[in-house]
């Protein structure tokens, strides 16, 4: 059984957890353990000598919206992926929050979010830096701990739905960087990436948007369009359309 320790000032101390980050705590075979630092927890890494991970919203806001008071967004891949133009900003779902990335560039650029994420250890360190957080875009933030397939059943008033599933790729590069090595040791593979994205076909919103490797297959077919950036590549579905045209599998 693993271990479930939070420490502030150096000293173990007890913190309100949720029965989901408890029950994984208990199957899993890591020792968890979060550090409190300026103001919100962050997950020991299981290396020595690597910083530990959190969600720093202030800071990667502020980053963010400085990029773009220089940066057209007309230009960027991303923006362009999820519809955003002059006088337009859609209401996105996020349905693989993960460390945030993606839900804060969309709050950068002005958009609504919704996020969700299923691993309790990656909502508690969400829900940590949220209650740390003062930017005032969080007020168009909403985070929802719960399964994907659970949030599309209730669906929240929104335009696009985003999907960043992990899972092995053939063409995915070696050596991945360090938050992305411990999320897919702890959370794992997105087994059931194939059927979410069928699911989310079926609900009839402006785009489905999916973020895949550039040089990676497509997930279940081909999309309505896509963007290409250096790295990443943006599977972009549009739903009416392929309801009217029955491309919907």
């Not at 411990?182 to 979410?196: H, M, N, P, Q, T």
Request: with cysteine; glycine share 4%.
């Amino acid at each position: 059984m693993a271990k479930l320790k939070f420490i502030k000032n150096q000293t173990e101390t007890l913190e309100q957890a949720s029965d989901r980050l408890i029950e994984f705590a208990q199957k899993s075979p890591w020792d968890l353990q979060f550090e409190f630092i300026d103001g919100q927890y962050f997950l020991a890494s299981n290396l020595k000598g690597e910083r530990p991970i959190g969600i720093e919203i202030d800071r990667e806001l502020l980053r963010h919206e400085t990029y773009f008071k220089s940066h057209s967004l007309a230009k960027e891949v991303l923006a362009k992926s999820i519809g955003i133009r002059s006088g337009k900003r859609p209401r996105i779902l996020d349905l693989t929050a993960g460390l945030l990335g993606d839900s804060l560039l969309f709050l950068a650029m002005g958009c609504e979010v919704w996020a969700v994420e299923r691993h309790p250890v990656v909502g508690f360190l969400i829900e940590s830096a949220l209650k740390n957080a003062k930017h005032p875009s969080i007020q168009r933030f909403h985070f929802v701990e719960q399964q994907a397939s659970d949030i599309l059943k209730q669906m929240p008033q929104i335009d696009v739905i985003f999907f960043d599933p992990m899972f092995e790729d053939i063409n995915h590069k070696a050596g991945a960087k360090k938050e992305m090595r411990i999320f897919r040791e702890l959370v794992g593979k997105d087994y059931d990436s194939a059927e979410i994205l069928k699911n989310c076909l079926k609900i009839q919103i402006e785009r489905v948007v999916v973020k895949r490797p550039r040089l990676s297959q497509v997930l279940i077919e081909k999309p309505n369009i896509d963007f290409k950036g250096k790295s990443t590549r943006y599977d972009v579905y549009f739903p009416k359309i392929m309801a009217q045209s029955s491309q919907i599998p």
